[in-house]
């Protein structure tokens, strides 16, 4: 499921590089919760929690079914 996860993650970079930003798979939870770090201009960002929500959550969540959600750490 990682390697599912970091597929996903790769697709979904150029977007977030684009604008100064990447994002970093830290940890797959026993419940199927994908927890990740945004970083450069994604963190701190007051649009962070959208991108996180609407992009990369569910860009993770079509590509990987098992997945339960994605939260940042």
Excluded: H, W, Y
């Excluded at 970079?13 to 939870?29: K, M, S």
């Excluded at 927890?35 to 969540?61: D, Y």
């Amino acid at each position: 499921m990682r390697e599912k996860i970091e597929k996903a993650l790769e697709k979904v970079r150029p977007a977030l590089q684009a604008d100064g930003g990447d994002v970093e798979l830290v940890n797959i939870t026993e419940e199927g919760m994908v927890q990740v770090r945004l970083q450069g201009a994604c963190k701190g960002c007051p649009m962070s929690q959208m991108t996180l929500k609407n992009g990369i959550e569910r860009f993770i969540l079509k590509e990987v079914p098992d997945v339960k959600g994605v939260e940042a750490v």
